[in-house]
């Protein structure tokens, strides 16, 4: 029971996280020597992340593939002299759909990850990620940045 409770708290942790464009640091993170030593990462961590990362690596990369073609294909479909509505909304639900698959996938990675880190180095990490949205938001906000646009 008390397993089952922390992985609905991860879970709604990571949820809220991805939901509010907060993400992990870039790439194998568990190797940057920084983060490491700022989470005290035992060598063992790093091997067992690293199996991890392996184990989604080919699952995320067919996602953001089938991403990136959809996205192709919806860009073709608005180039069209006459819209096709229908195949317009076929292709959004099946984005939807898509990019939800990869969420989920990323989402499952971050569990399977967390269950490797302490709470400690969880909240470690957590405060890692915090300080640099907290920075990209600073940054976002002085006039005359330019702010991100979501690609389509």
């Known amino acids: 029971m008390k397993r089952m409770l922390m992985m609905v708290v991860v879970m709604v942790f990571a949820i809220a996280s991805v939901a509010g464009g907060a993400e992990l640091p870039p790439g194998?993170?568990?190797?940057?020597?920084?983060?490491?030593?700022?989470?005290?990462?035992?060598?063992?961590?790093?091997?067992?992340?690293?199996?991890?990362?392996?184990?989604?690596?080919?699952?995320?990369?067919?996602?953001?593939?089938?991403?990136?073609?959809?996205?192709?294909?919806?860009?073709?479909?608005?180039?069209?002299?006459?819209?096709?509505?229908?195949?317009?909304?076929?292709?959004?639900?099946?984005?939807?759909?898509?990019?939800?698959?990869?969420?989920?996938?990323?989402?499952?990675m971050l569990v399977d990850m967390r269950g490797v880190l302490n709470d400690e180095q969880w909240s470690r990490l957590r405060a890692h990620i915090d300080r640099r949205q907290g920075e990209r938001d600073m940054q976002q906000q002085r006039p005359g940045q330019p702010r991100p646009r979501r690609r389509l």
């Open 28 to 108: 194998k993170w568990w190797n940057n020597p920084q983060i490491a030593q700022r989470l005290e990462l035992e060598p063992e961590q790093q091997t067992r992340l690293d199996s991890i990362f392996r184990e989604s690596a080919n699952d995320l990369i067919d996602r953001r593939a089938e991403i990136e073609k959809l996205t192709l294909a919806v860009r073709g479909e608005l180039d069209q002299r006459q819209l096709n509505r229908q195949n317009l909304q076929r292709l959004a639900g099946q984005l939807t759909q898509a990019r939800g698959r990869l969420f989920e996938r990323e989402l499952m």
